[in-house]
């Protein structure tokens, strides 16, 4: 069945979007610094320019990205009347429900670290800093803790879209997120956890309680894990 997901995506201009989208951002903050000399990885340092494409994927893009994605996986099985046929096959309901999200998660992983890979050549152009293994290491650190933590939240979306079989309601949940992400930077704010702890772990610009930051993501994972699977097997 994941293999008929990817089938699916063959081609979706949901999938192309998503994926410009986080690409967009590196190739912005790579000419902002070739251009600004200020913001330059030779005056800042690869920490800072990699710090600066992940704190904007954390704070707007990546949930932009990736709820446009579980929208659009979710949502076309109502608009093309196709759940019809999966909803009567003697296959369970959360077996479909699962592989959907495995898919999502292998392209959140993928998209993540041909991100870092991609933002890394971009940055050797322009630099003649070495790229060390030290900083390697953290880096991939950073991208896999993003990883988590964006993968924690997709069945908070998924869930809209299966209760309203709609890919609007996407729409609006995103720009209410990224809104509140903007606005109320708080570790009881699940959906700022991302930004909060990776990269500004230990970030002077706010105190970060670890804890209640993985508590209340946790918490929305597995609410908005129950909630998708639970609707899911009950909607038509």
Excluded at 88 to 117: H, M, Q, W
Excluded at 184 to 189: F, I, L, R
Excluded at 205 to 226: E, K, P
Aim: proline content about 3%; glycine content about 4%.
């Amino acid at each position: 069945m994941i293999r008929a997901e990817l089938i699916k995506l063959k081609g979706s201009k949901a999938f192309v979007l998503s994926y410009i989208i986080l690409l967009a951002v590196t190739l912005l903050f790579f000419i902002l610094d070739a251009i600004f000399p200020q913001y330059s990885i030779d005056h800042s340092g690869w920490n800072y320019y990699f710090q600066e494409i992940v704190g904007f994927i954390n704070i707007a893009t990546g949930f932009i990205s990736y709820f446009i994605l579980t929208g659009h996986i979710f949502a076309r099985e109502y608009q093309e009347d196709t759940h019809l046929f999966m909803f009567t096959s003697p296959v369970a309901r959360t077996k479909f429900y699962v592989n959907k999200l495995l898919v999502i998660y292998g392209y959140i992983v993928v998209s993540l670290f041909s991100v870092l890979i991609l933002s890394a050549l971009l940055g050797m152009l322009i630099t003649d800093r070495p790229l060390t293994l030290d900083i390697w290491v953290d880096q991939i650190q950073v991208f896999a803790k993003m990883c988590v933590m964006h993968a924690m939240l997709i069945p908070f979306i998924s869930f809209f879209v299966i209760r309203w079989k709609s890919f609007l309601v996407v729409v609006l949940v995103t720009c209410t997120v990224i809104f509140l992400n903007f606005t109320y930077k708080s570790e009881w704010n699940p959906l700022i956890v991302p930004f909060l702890l990776s990269p500004n772990e230990g970030s002077a610009f706010i105190q970060v309680d670890d804890i209640i930051a993985w508590f209340s993501l946790s918490v929305t994972f597995i609410l908005g894990l129950f909630l998708s699977i639970w609707t899911y097997k009950r909607r038509y």
